[in-house]
């Protein structure tokens, strides 16, 4: 089965069409779809009205805790994340999905920056590229997108790779904290599009942690396995 995950806070203008997205991309697939929700508005009944299995969490206890939590709690033997707002393209989790499945790897990292996206702010595309290329000279991880939030992650990788989900930029743990434990990673590119409603990222706090994050992980990979290589295809 796989599971599709996500997270979301008032995304009521977004989530019935993403989620007919989701399963138009995956007709003929066992699935589920499953969201951790701390909206205040319609998002938690839209979505449990289309067959979604959602999780609330309320009060809020931010990205990090929502996005493990979503994780632990999806059943698939590849559970595929996304964000809940129509930014990413429902219809690759399939090929991303049977990647994993197949054997080929045990994590897909879905780069929005194959090159800027118009969707993506100059200012947004410069931070990404700045992240990447820390995380490359101090962990030793080559990738061009450690804030992906598409993603498919096998079981295995999520039962054995423990992560702190306090505070924001979580996906940087998610990629190269398994990386460096030696897991098979794949890098393939995806388009990235507009996205419906408000956005709810906070920068700065975002822009420390990740750093934070990286600068940690610089710091563990002495006691880690040796890290695999990313494998980048179109």
Same mark, same amino acid.
């Given at each position: 089965?796989?599971?599709?995950?996500?997270?979301?806070?008032?995304? *009521?203008?977004?989530? @019935?069409? +993403? !989620?007919?997205?989701?399963?138009?991309?995956?007709? &003929? /697939?066992?699935?589920?779809? %499953?969201?951790?929700?701390?909206?205040?508005?319609?998002?938690?009944?839209?979505? *449990?009205?289309?067959? @979604?299995? +959602? !999780?609330?969490?309320?009060?809020?206890?931010?990205? &990090? /805790?929502?996005?493990?939590? %979503?994780?632990?709690?999806?059943?698939?033997?590849?559970?595929?994340?996304?964000?809940?707002?129509?930014?990413?393209?429902?219809?690759?989790?399939?090929?991303?999905?049977?990647?994993?499945?197949?054997?080929?790897?045990?994590?897909?990292?879905?780069?929005?920056?194959?090159?800027?996206?118009?969707?993506?702010?100059?200012?947004?595309?410069?931070?990404?590229?700045?992240?990447?290329?820390?995380?490359?000279?101090?962990?030793?991880?080559?990738?061009?997108?450690?804030?992906?939030?598409?993603?498919?992650?096998?079981?295995?990788?999520?039962?054995?790779?423990?992560?702190?989900?306090?505070?924001?930029?979580?996906?940087?743990?998610?990629?190269?904290?398994?990386?460096?434990?030696?897991?098979?990673?794949?890098?393939?590119?995806?388009?990235?599009?507009?996205?419906?409603?408000?956005?709810?990222?906070?920068?700065?706090?975002?822009?420390?942690?990740?750093?934070?994050?990286?600068?940690?992980?610089?710091?563990?990979?002495?006691?880690?396995?040796?890290?695999?290589?990313?494998?980048?295809?179109?």
């Amino acid at each position: 089965m796989i599971s599709v995950a996500m997270i979301s806070m008032n995304e *009521e203008k977004a989530v @019935a069409a +993403v !989620i007919a997205d989701i399963r138009s991309g995956l007709e &003929g /697939r066992d699935h589920e779809i %499953v969201i951790v929700d701390s909206s205040r508005d319609a998002t938690p009944e839209i979505a *449990e009205r289309l067959g @979604a299995r +959602v !999780i609330r969490q309320v009060p809020p206890q931010g990205y &990090g /805790r929502a996005m493990a939590r %979503v994780l632990k709690e999806s059943r698939g033997e590849v559970v595929v994340t996304m964000d809940c707002d129509g930014t990413y393209p429902a219809g690759r989790i399939v090929s991303i999905a049977d990647l994993v499945l197949n054997g080929e790897c045990d994590l897909v990292n879905a780069s929005r920056l194959e090159r800027r996206p118009v969707a993506m702010p100059w200012a947004n595309y410069f931070a990404n590229w700045l992240f990447a290329l820390t995380a490359r000279i101090f962990v030793g991880i080559k990738s061009t997108d450690l804030h992906s939030g598409m993603r498919a992650y096998s079981r295995k990788l999520i039962e054995n790779v423990e992560v702190d989900p306090n505070g924001p930029a979580l996906p940087v743990d998610l990629l190269l904290k398994p990386a460096l434990m030696g897991f098979t990673i794949r890098e393939v590119f995806i388009p990235y599009g507009e996205r419906i409603g408000e956005t709810t990222l906070h920068r700065w706090t975002s822009t420390l942690w990740t750093f934070r994050r990286i600068f940690r992980l610089a710091i563990a990979r002495m006691t880690l396995v040796p890290n695999q290589k990313l494998e980048t295809r179109n």
